[in-house]
């Protein structure tokens, strides 16, 4: 009867296995099998131009599952050795069935986590100790943790030293410095059980789930016991990760060239940081980290991630699963437990009970209501100095100084729970010392910490940022910055300490104090920023008598607007633009139209002087316009105009100088978070804080927290036509900025999503976002479009139409994606380059014309300046495009000069015909070449770089280029306005 039972339940466990069995491989085999045959023949769309054929592919197929196999053996063992800590002796056949019983279970679900939850099921099942088999488990992820840290610490020093940009040298030194902390708070963690045993005992927690930590926690004393016992599970775990990271330079052999491999290892293991629980990324995360492009970017070839992932799960995931449904289906026939070795007793930890829980849970308390008033104050501290050093180099000319109430409030706020954090970091500390040092002592230290670390962080953002214009500190600069940091807080902890420590205030005259103190701050603040801010001298209106036939001058900008997505450039462009269409029917359309710079405000400094940027030097992100810089706006007020502005872009702010000659500036704010001004809104701390609302309110953006949009630029515009403070007959220039198409694209069909790489980060995977940016830019230009026409028509109703001046054109174009690249301000390609420039001149003349001449952005003030019967002014590079009877003067016009000095990035651009010469600093933070060569008539996408081909031009190009670029540098030097 016996046996027919046992027969019976054979037979069941035989049919539920093979029902479950054959629903993964029907669920998953579609799909799987045709990506698996597409790899294993490895054809062109993975292996173009690589070395790798043959029976080699699977060669290296074979190595990266054989690594990913002794991987799993080293793991094993780890996994023995640390339950053996425990008192749980286990086979090590038996657990290695485990592990990969577990690869069986976690095929369908996130893999690691299913793995690992089964092996703790499985040893607690057998063992019947819950608490220490979850224990163990933990300290196996935090001692794999490790293991990964102590590959890392060698790993880092060789990318700062092999690699050659900047910013991988800058990442591997934080990253270093970061995984040195964290190894030395994890073996804190590991072997000081007292630490644990005070804070469950201070934590106000139920009884019976203190209780239940208390013991869990005492597994931990086998590491308090025998310290040394931790090395051997992190030597194995090294082994494990090196052999992981071998199957993945495998894979990465299968799909890159071989000569990748010695680059590749140096950043392989480092890569592992960006998710320490998914290898599978190593390779991914290791480009996106340690270069300025993704894995697609640094390849000639196509390679996709999900490839990789797929062939990482063929050789490592796959074959385990097949392995692990054998041995858990032949369990399951067995039926039978492994024998175990008795687990020998741990005593628990024994919590604080009585008074002297509640005596330490008191100074507890205390500790940590001292470190937030120590972060309050160091916060106001900071706050007020960051004020002080914006103040001293750019915004001392602004009308408003809000900063200085607004930076010691919000950074005070902000910092106290930085200072709670630094408490409770001390408090563990305490713990683990068995010693409470009095609560004066967190103050002191929460208020050195606060200001020394900002000084750090915010001082190194703040320098690159004024004064090297977004370039990288040099290693010289960082050491420097690190010192000062670090003296900074010893000079600020002792001075505090010889005071505040050994007088050991109450903390209830310490808060007041320092409440009293941050108030202070505040007012003093409020009132020092409302006695110095600057009065803003307006430009002056004064009619004056002259011929009223003088046209009036309407300049339109659109923000970041490439010419090839609008259907006057391309014929098969997206965008549906029927206002523009129509206006290009009225308006001379110039072609081929370049700007001289591929971020906003060198753009519009261009346009504003008809200088190059390296002439006028508002080049950098905290640069200014200077005043000896003579403007459209300026010139045309001088000779009777009126002028009006309504810039909406930070960068166009009135601070910056590009409001000079401007009647009216109006500058169209945002909505700003926290209550910030403009002047507030240049903290780092409010970018950081902004970003963060950003983020939890994505997919949503509000892009009116970025700019305002379309329609409110078109109502003010139509507002101050019908209520212009001038006569109908006293002509005007109006300047209008709109920021459609600019980041963040808003998305037509779904209301509220917008894409912006302020939450997607600088390099979005292309695969993922590439079609809707795309789609969402085109939506912007559409939306961009509708709210141009009502303006047109208000022109019109007006009778301003016909005598007008109207020009539509962009500061810049845009990537997406067309170099390796989003954004702009890196580059100097055309698709940041080459912008729409449309001309309605008076009373139709030159409309239906499509000029195919060069024009510039240096050629619209000498443009405007002949329209309004106004001599171009001397040293201006520009000629008159068309002039009022219609007559083109650009044909002989055959050069185009461009730069940009933007994020670490310096390069200039040259055309000379069809010609292209661009060159970039060697060590940029885009990837640039440091020359490049194209022929855009041949090549408009300038996809082949031609650089020291012979037969090309480039050395005509290159003098051309030299002469130019030391003209520009001759003029500024002899300028004012060189700093």
Known sequence: MGEKVAMRGILVRLVVWGVLLGAALALLAPAVMSKAVKLLQLDETVLVNNAVHGANRYAFLFMAASALFLASLFAVRRWQVILRAHGLELRYLYLLGSWYTGCFFALLFPFRIVRDAYRYYDVARISGENSRSLAALLQEKMLAIVSFLVLLVPVLPAVYVYSEMPVAKARAVMLLVTLAVLSVLFFILLIRSNLLRRVFSVLPLPNGLRSFLLYFSGALTVYARAPFSVVMPVILGCFAQLLTAAAFLSLLLLVRPPDAATQSAIVALAGWIDDPAAPVRMISAAFSIFQPAPLQAATPFPVHRDDLWLVYWIAGVAVPWLGGALVYFVRTLRGRKPAITPASELAGLIGIEGEERAALRRESIAVILAGALGGLIGGAITGLAEAGWMYHFWLHSSPELHLFWWGPLVYGLCYSLFGVAIAKVLLCFYYSRNRLRPHAHAFTFALAFTVAANLLVIGRFRFARDRLDDDLLSTQQILVLVLIAILGFIAIERALSLSLVRIRPRLAILAAASVALYALFIAGGAIWGTSQRAIVEQSVFAAKQFDHSRPNIILIVADTLRADYLSAYNPGAVAKTPTLDALVKESALFRNTHAQGSWTKPSFATIFTGLFPGVHGAIGKASVLPDEAHTLAETLLEAGYYTQGFPNNRNLLPEFGLGQGFVGFDYLMPRLYFG????????????????????????????????????????????????????????????????????????????????????????????????????????????????????????????????????????????????????????????????????????????????????????????????????????????????????????????????????????????????????????????????????????????????????????????????????????????????
């Open 676 to 979: 910030a001004s403009l002047s507030g809104e240049h903290f780092a701390l409010y970018q950081v804080i902004r970003r963060i609302r950003s983020l939890l309110m994505a997919p949503q953006v509000d892009r009116e927290h970025f700019y305002q949009p379309a329609e409110v630029v078109t109502g003010r515009s139509i507002e101050w036509l019908e209520d212009r403070p001038v006569d109908a007959e006293t002509p005007f220039f109006l300047y209008l900025h709109y920021m459609d198409p600019h980041d963040p694209y808003m998305s037509a069909t779904e209301p509220g999503v917008g894409y912006t790489t302020m939450l997607l980060g600088p390099n979005p995977d292309p695969r993922k976002y590439l079609e809707p940016m795309t789609r969402a830019y085109n939506d912007e230009i559409e939306y961009l479009d509708r709210w141009l026409a009502p303006l047109f028509d208000a022109l019109k109703r007006q009778n301003l139409w016909e005598n007008s001046l109207i020009i539509f054109t962009s500061d810049h174009g845009e990537e997406l994606f067309d170099h390796r690249g989003w954004s702009h301000g890196t580059t100097l390609y055309e698709e940041v380059l080459h912008v729409p420039l449309i001309m309605k001149l008076p009373f139709g003349v030159g409309a239906g014309v499509a000029n195919e001449g060069m024009a510039r952005h240096i050629d619209i003030l000498p443009t405007v300046l002949s329209h309004a019967s106004l001599p171009k002014p001397e040293g201006i590079p520009g000629v008159v495009l068309m002039d009022d009877v219609g007559i083109s003067h650009n044909a002989g016009t055959k050069v185009s000069y461009a730069e940009t000095s933007f994020l670490d990035t310096d390069a200039a651009a040259l055309q000379y015909g069809s010609n292209k010469l661009i060159r970039a600093n060697p060590e940029n933070s885009r990837g640039l070449k440091p020359v490049e060569f194209y022929n855009l008539q041949i090549d408009p996408r300038e996809n082949f770089n031609m650089s020291g081909k012979e037969g090309t031009g480039e050395e005509v190009a290159a003098s051309l280029f030299d002469a130019l670029k030391q003209h520009n540098e001759e003029v500024r030097l002899l300028s004012p306005s060189s700093p």
